[in-house]
């Protein structure tokens, strides 16, 4: 006799099917959380939580009730009886409920499937799976996402309620889950609950899944961008970089490999050696772009400079969006806590890379200028051209900017800003390059063109 394969259901909220995002996004700010002070009600907290979660709506209900009656044998004459009864009434209720739910509770193995990346303001869909190993049904069991970072938002707060679940089945669950902000996010937890046999209480305990998400931040696609014109020589070229450029010179040939373009066979090679031969170029000009993004928010900045800064990573990833598309080589700069620095384009890396790092950068407290010169030059004689994404702008930004100008670099500086104190303007050096200025409503609304 053959072994029974066990059951299998998908059970999927009907709601939230697809990815959702919006057009316009609220990013909060990246501040430390507010301290906590020794007089803080925990214990209230505390309750309101056992209420919300750990309580059924039966349970709420038979709660409130057993409250109304200590409140009427304390008014009625010679309640004594209805005292004791009460008291009794909410022993039996709230002492041996938890302990029959608690030993009546299966025993399931949890497996959560969770897509790697998204974009602030998204909807994910965390795919559960649920075996119960247990030699027994699991009845009224909840299936709920615990312990998550606060800006991912569950859509169903309280779970899922999956009536039964028998023993050896499987059963699938689609939740969804709001990302509020972009970040590196390891959740850990799922939370198994039961509210069997009683119906009041809904008793569980944590089981361990941990996993990972990175939300990049929300951007539109550019249809254009103005770059600056610049072309400097690459001698030797890079040699990651697949030959597409404006000037190639003959080197040599090769045997034929796997993913030559057939463009480039050399006949006569072939003719003479019988096997397939292949031209080789070394490609001597390109264009060569970097991005240099400003990070540099002071600790006691208002909530609009770090607003501004979420905006600015967002039009940080349009641009390169446009660019990798372009067949440009990209050179990506974060002036953060840490310099992060990324060559793509053309064969070098791609477009998940660049989103992966502005997912991850934060805010640097401590002007980077000085810092990064030294790195910056070591690369800028081949770059040949520099898209400057500033968060403000001051005497040290000005100095920074004009010593890439004078290396032969073009610039076109994007300023973005939410406060006009953030840009002054009788700095302003129009030689350097052109100059565009945006705030947070704009960029949000989406910028087709720049």
């Avoid at 739910?101 to 790697?116: A, C, D, H, I, Q």
């Avoid at 910056?376 to 898209?387: Q, R």
């Avoid at 009788?426 to 565009?436: P, Q």
């Amino acid at each position: 006799m053959q072994p029974t394969k066990p059951e299998q259901r998908t059970i999927m909220d009907t709601d939230n099917r697809s990815q959702k995002t919006g057009n316009n996004i609220s990013l909060p700010p990246l501040k430390i959380p507010p301290f906590r002070g020794k007089y803080k009600p925990i214990v209230l907290e505390w309750i309101i939580h056992f209420i919300r979660f750990h309580l059924t709506p039966v349970g709420r209900y038979v709660l409130a009730s057993g409250f109304f009656l200590i409140l009427l044998s304390n008014v009625v004459v010679n309640a004594d009886f209805l005292l004791y009864s009460t008291m009794f009434f909410f022993v039996l209720i709230f002492v041996l409920t938890p302990l029959y739910s608690w030993m009546l509770l299966p025993r399931l193995k949890t497996e959560v499937k969770t897509p790697p990346r998204t974009s602030a303001g998204a909807t994910v869909i965390e795919e559960i799976r649920i075996k119960n190993t247990d030699f027994r049904d699991g009845y009224f069991v909840t299936i709920r996402q615990d312990r998550l970072p606060v800006p991912l938002v569950p859509s169903h707060e309280f779970g899922i309620l999956i009536p039964l679940v028998k023993k050896g089945e499987e059963v699938i669950i689609k939740l969804p889950l709001h990302c509020k902000r972009r970040g590196d996010y390891n959740p850990d937890f799922i939370r198994i609950e039961s509210s069997f046999p009683s119906g009041v209480f809904n008793w569980g305990y944590l089981q361990k899944n941990p996993r990972n998400i990175l939300v990049y931040p929300y951007f539109k696609p550019l249809l254009h961008c103005r770059i600056p014109a610049g072309r400097k020589l690459q001698p030797g070229g890079i040699a990651l970089a697949s030959n597409i450029g404006e000037s190639t010179e003959f080197m040599g040939t090769r045997e034929f490999r796997q993913g030559d373009d057939p463009r480039f066979i050399h006949w006569k090679s072939w003719a003479r050696l019988d096997k397939p031969i292949i031209k080789e170029f070394q490609e001597e000009y390109f264009t060569r772009i970097a991005i240099f993004i400003d990070t540099y928010v002071p600790l006691d900045s208002p909530e609009e400079d770090y607003e501004a800064m979420e905006s600015l990573l967002s039009l940080a990833a349009s641009i390169s969006d446009y660019l990798e598309r372009q067949e440009y080589i990209i050179d990506i700069l974060a002036a953060g806590p840490e310099i992060f620095y990324l060559q793509a384009g053309r064969s070098l890396a791609y477009l998940d890379q660049i989103l992966d790092i502005l997912a991850c950068l934060g805010q640097c407290w401590e002007k980077p200028y000085s810092r990064l010169t030294p790195h910056l030059m070591d690369e800028m004689g081949k770059i040949s051209t520099v898209i400057i994404l500033l968060l403000g702008w001051d005497e040290e930004r000005r100095d920074f900017l004009r010593r890439i100008k004078e290396m032969g670099v073009e610039m076109r500086i994007f300023l973005v800003a939410n406060r006009k104190e953030k840009a002054d303007m009788s700095l302003m050096d129009e030689s350097l390059g052109e100059w565009t200025f945006l705030d947070s409503d704009r960029i949000s609304k989406g910028v087709d063109q720049l």
